[in-house]
């Protein structure tokens, strides 16, 4: 399925409000900056998570159809912080495993009064079909194929604004398997909503980004002039599960050529900052030194999940 086709037109209803989370296209700057907000308002001054009775009357179930640690449990404890019933919904034991159809499983799960389902599968678009197809319920979706992956990018958004003082004047490199991944997608939408002009992307030639898919960015098949003065570099797995067995690139040659090491890193500006959705590959995508060093904000990263799912939960329901 082509990415162009999926369209998030259902996740505002016709007073534009947000009732699902399928993606962050059709999201104005207003509404992705009221998302961080919220979500900001869920830290406390010494950076612990709040807890909040919002979702107290609700029941969130989390259908995770990929491995996932991070997502997944952050999605879980946020539910919880939000004072919500939440279930893990054993796909591997349930009556799909029967044949029964997934909208089939997901009324039945509605049935069991579920307001909102948290949705992770490999096929894109398959969060938009759920919620087109199931009504009174919202839809938060935790990555679906190579589409998007909206909760990532507003956590990476978050994390980004901590440390930076404001998106326009940023330069910004995302550096690795682009092809393949939604969170590179939904990254490179929430910057450009919230005005980032320089953009670019590092990668291979067989993992650059379609230029379908996305424009105003600048690529780059050489790590070094891709680095040069940027304040963000967000590094990315290979995301094997999803190439052709011929594409999989040789990982000491990849990482060679594309990891980054603290002599790449020392290009960027001084006070740059390093992300990673993570899973982390060390050295692979990321040498060691980096991933621990004292640019990077990777286990940042994954506290602000809990805040902006927390956010996005409470929006969604009404709360905030
Ligand atoms: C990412 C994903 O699943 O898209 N991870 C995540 O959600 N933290 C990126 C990846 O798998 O490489």
């Known amino acids: ?110 049935a069991m009064q579920i307001d909102m389902f948290v949705i992770r599968h490999k096929q894109n678009g398959l969060p938009h079909h759920v919620a087109q197809n199931l009504e009174d319920v919202s839809i938060l979706n935790a990555g679906d194929g190579i589409n998007a992956h909206p909760t990532q990018a507003l956590l990476d958004m978050l994390s980004i604004r901590q440390h930076k003082k404001s998106f326009k004047d940023l330069s910004v490199a995302i550096v690795g398997d682009i092809t393949h991944s939604r969170v590179a997608h939904s990254d490179i939408q929430a910057l450009k909503t919230l005005g980032t002009k320089d953009i ?50 040789n990982e000491q040659e990849y990482f060679d050529n594309f990891g980054l090491t603290s002599e790449r890193l020392a290009l960027a500006k001084p006070d740059a900052i390093v992300m990673h959705p993570g899973p982390i590959n060390r050295g692979v995508e990321i040498d060691s030194a980096v991933a621990d060093g004292k640019s990077s904000i990777i286990l940042q990263q994954v506290t602000n999940g809990i805040a902006v799912r927390m956010a996005a939960m409470q929006i969604l329901a009404g709360k905030s």
């Not at 162009?4 to 962050?24: M, T």
């Not at 939440?86 to 799909?96: E, F, G, Q, T, Y």
């Not at 891709?226 to 190439?243: A, N, P, T």
Request: a negative charge.
């Open 200 to 249: 670019r992307l590092i990668a291979p030639e067989r993992l650059q980004h379609n230029s379908e898919r996305c424009s105003a960015v600048e690529c780059f098949s050489n790590i070094e002039p891709g680095l040069k003065d940027c304040d963000v570099i967000i590094v990315l797995r290979l995301q094997k599960e999803r190439m052709l067995e011929a594409d999989i690139p």
């Open 1 to 110: 399925m082509k990415k162009d086709l999926i369209s998030n037109h259902i996740q505002l209803n016709p007073e534009g409000k947000l009732i699902h989370l399928l993606g962050l296209e059709g999201l104005s700057k207003q509404q992705l900056t009221h998302i961080l907000d919220v979500a900001d308002s869920l830290i406390d001054s010494s950076g612990n998570l709040k807890k909040s009775k919002a979702l107290d009357d609700m029941s969130v179930a989390n259908l995770f159809f990929e491995p996932s640690t991070r997502t997944r449990n952050t999605f879980e404890i946020a539910a919880m912080r939000n004072s919500a019933n939440v279930i893990n919904v054993d796909l591997a034991n349930s009556a799909l495993k029967k044949n029964e159809a997934l909208l089939d499983t997901m009324h039945t799960l509605k």
